[in-house]
């Protein structure tokens, strides 16, 4: 996609007052990395299409994408994984001030210790912590999706590298590798079904197919 249409679309879902408008100043501000105006209405769009009524979520940051889906669906709960603890306790105010404390459970912790202790199944998964730890996510991701679930995962793209990697630092190649070969991953894993879709930093979505489908 041309930078002109990234931006013309991103202005088209620059709209959030209150509370959210709030976040997204804070965040941009303290330079906290949240979903890109475009990606929030792509959520809440796979949220009124799927009616989840049990979302997990790997990197909360200050809350901002788990309210977009919370909102977006008032039977949905949420339990979202995050590692600052500073990060978790705005997202703990966040959560208060739109009145949804009682739909979130927040577990403050490494998602890599985490997730091997949750045994529920979740009909939406959102994906959206550190880059280079993809597949080990999806792996347990995958376990703890129900059948017809889908599984979001942003930043997959990283800001064009993984499609183009001149002149990149050696950190940075490290994660290359690593996306292009979750890419490679989810794209070829039996059993799920995916597409990649090049808003924000790159989404893929996936789903889950029944056993029998
Ligand atoms: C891009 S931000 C999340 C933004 C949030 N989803 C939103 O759009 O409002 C990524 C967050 O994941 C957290 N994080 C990174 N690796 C993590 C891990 N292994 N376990 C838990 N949280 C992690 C970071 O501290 C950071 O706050």
């Known amino acids: 996609m041309i930078d002109a249409d990234i931006k013309y679309i991103r202005n088209l879902f620059d709209v959030n007052k209150g509370l959210l408008k709030d976040i997204e100043d804070y965040a941009n501000k303290n330079f906290i990395p949240i979903v890109k105006p475009e990606v929030a209405r792509f959520l809440e769009t796979m949220v009124k299409i799927k ?13 901002y994408s788990s309210i977009i889906m919370l909102n977006a669906y008032k039977d949905a709960k949420i339990i979202t994984i995050e ?23 927040l577990i403050k912790g490494d998602a890599i210790e985490v997730l091997p202790n949750l045994n529920n199944k979740y009909d939406m998964i959102f994906i959206d912590a550190s880059k280079g730890h993809y597949k080990e996510f999806f792996n347990e991701c995958l376990r703890l999706l129900n059948d017809d679930g889908i599984l ?19 950190k940075r190649r490290t994660i290359i590798y690593r996306m292009r070969d979750f890419i490679d991953e989810i794209l070829n894993r039996e ?16 789903i889950k197919e029944a056993k029998n489908d």
């Open 51 to 63: 009616k989840p009524k049990n979302i997990l979520e790997i990197g909360t940051a200050i809350g």
């Open 83 to 105: 590692k600052d603890l500073e990060r978790a306790e705005m997202a703990k105010d966040n959560f208060l001030k739109a009145l949804l404390l009682n739909r979130v459970e």
């Open 152 to 170: 979001i995962c942003d930043n997959i793209l990283y800001k064009g590298y993984v499609a183009n990697e001149i002149n990149v630092k050696h």
């Open 191 to 206: 059993g799920i079904v995916t597409s990649i879709i090049p808003i924000g930093d790159g989404l893929s979505v996936s």
